[in-house]
């Protein structure tokens, strides 16, 4: 369970955030939705340990991550997956092996494990025939794919999706959302979305949390969220449907 | 007045937390260099990256220097009618000082600006985030493999440039101004000592670790200089001045010291 408490930043005297409160839940699909430039991100990336806030706490099954040392910070981490809005492949390397650098530099498998594991999990997103392509040979919904093939191919508990629909066209938004279904549906992870696709973001996840001025607004499940009376919340939620 | 002193103030504060911020970086990646696991599959390619694909520029510049030391040198000597020395002062200059400083900033210029753009490049598109997040440390990937490969690599190609400058001082003074060649080089072996090619290992050696040093640092911490694709170009300008003017400046002191 991930507990964020009164979380606060600020950028040169900016308030990004302004005591963010949430409790993401295990195995739970959770959606941040807020408007864009609104923190969503830096929300994030405090959660994976790249920011560290002015103040509040984040607890990760009880443990403050920010009183942790720099190797318990990395075992919390070793749980972890994250898919970033880029993609963030290694531009270096092929597709495969961006997917199986996870295993080659964390883990003792044979060579022949690595390769099958990396099989299987290019096949688990759909990609097939670009093991041997480099990233700037595919296209962005590919990269994506990908992105999640290496997040997922340690199998962490939680995995963390940075905008991971924006600049698609809608097909491949959807392709990509059935994709985190039926990863989840597989593998069982806690998810944490931050997007903007309103509806389509409704169909994936358990629960949505909306980020507003720096707090968190309205959380409920999407039917809660579509029929909330917060004018803030209407106003976003209609017009993104809209 | 006091406007002015706040602004002095800050400027020298950045700075001190910037050089704080660079010996860090190498104190770390200095000690991970010791402590395994130990990446050679990155060391090795960093090698190539520093050393084979430098050769052309080395071998290049290298012969030109040796001309034209050989032809500078040949009329200063005749001068005092010294021209038989003219095989010893063009080794000795390369051997001593030219070989290892100029060679160490053909690389900075070739190797050193576009590994900081590269690391750069990975900082904006979030690569080194990605290895952070998956709890690797990214110095053992980008900074351990190229300091070690430029410690390698600078000191092979500062004696390639000695030799192939020597060859162009050579056909400069023996092909084109009629020395003879037993002079050129039989001079050489009696001047040239053990304890001048240390120096010029030595110097090699610590061009090495600044020039990779200055240029992973510049690119790791990219985003402090700009956003962006300006930031990688601000970032990568700022390395390859940095490390020549360092490299001019330890020259001085290093050469004080081992004179």
Redesign the interface.
């Known amino acids: 369970m991930i507990q964020i408490i009164g979380l606060e930043k600020s950028f040169d005297g900016q308030k990004v955030l302004q005591g963010v409160n949430m409790t993401i839940a295990d195995r739970e699909v959770v959606a941040i939705i807020g408007e864009s430039g609104g923190g969503k991100t830096v929300l994030l990336r405090h959660m994976i340990g790249l920011m560290k806030p002015d103040k509040g706490s984040i607890m990760v099954d009880g443990a403050d991550m920010l009183k942790m040392s720099k190797g318990e910070l990395d075992k919390v981490r070793d749980r972890f997956g994250i898919v970033f809005q880029g993609s963030a492949l290694f531009d270096s390397m092929t597709i495969f092996e961006n997917v199986v650098f996870p295993l080659r530099e964390k883990t003792d498998y044979a060579e022949s494990d690595i390769l099958d594991k990396g099989r299987r999990a290019l096949e688990d997103v759909g990609l097939k025939g670009v093991d041997e392509k480099y990233p700037s040979e595919i296209s962005g919904g590919m990269k994506r794919r990908v992105a999640l093939a290496r997040a997922l191919i340690l199998e962490p508990t939680t995995i963390f999706f940075d905008e991971p629909t924006t600049g698609l066209d809608p097909i491949i938004l959807n392709s990509i959302h059935r994709l985190i279904i039926n990863t989840h549906k597989k593998y069982g992870f806690t998810g944490i979305i931050i997007s903007h696709e309103i509806p389509e973001i409704f169909a994936v996840a358990d629960k949505v949390a909306m980020l507003y001025g720096g707090r968190i607004v309205a959380s409920g499940t999407p039917d809660e969220i579509k029929s909330e009376n917060d004018p803030v919340v209407k106003q976003f939620v209609g017009a993104s449907c809209d | 007045m006091e406007k002015f002193i706040r602004i002095l103030g800050s400027r020298a504060l950045g700075t001190l937390r910037t050089m704080g911020k660079m010996v860090i970086f190498l104190a770390e990646s200095l000690y991970l260099i010791v402590v395994p696991p130990f990446k050679f599959r990155y060391l090795f390619r960093q090698i190539r990256f520093f050393g084979t694909k430098s050769l052309m520029v080395i071998l290049l510049t290298g012969a030109f220097t040796g001309m034209v030391l050989a032809i500078q040198l040949f009329y200063t000597l005749r001068k005092f009618g010294s021209d038989a020395l003219l095989g010893p002062a063009v080794a000795l200059a390369l051997i001593r000082e030219l070989g290892p400083v100029l060679s160490a900033l053909m690389i900075t210029g070739r190797a050193g600006s576009s590994l900081t753009a590269?690391i750069g490049?990975?900082r904006i598109?979030?690569?080194i985030?990605?290895l952070?997040?998956?709890?690797?440390n990214p110095l053992r990937y980008l900074s351990v493999p190229n300091i070690l490969a430029a410690v390698i690599a600078f000191p092979l190609l500062a004696a390639v440039y000695d030799v192939i400058g020597i060859y162009g001082g050579y056909l400069v003074g023996v092909k084109l101004l009629g020395m003879s060649s037993g002079t050129y080089f039989s001079q050489m072996e009696h001047f040239v000592e053990m304890s001048d090619i240390r120096m010029g290992i030595y110097k090699s050696v610590s061009f090495g670790v600044i020039v990779s040093w200055v240029s992973c640092f510049k690119g790791f911490y990219t985003n402090e200089s700009g956003y962006g694709a300006e930031g990688v170009s601000k970032s990568t300008t700022e390395a390859v001045v940095m490390a020549s003017v360092l490299i001019l400046i330890w020259d001085y002191f290093i050469g004080s010291v081992l004179v």
């Not at chain 2, 952070?132 to 690797?136: D, E, V």
């Open positions: 590269e490049i990975m598109s979030e690569q985030d990605a952070t997040t998956m709890a690797l």
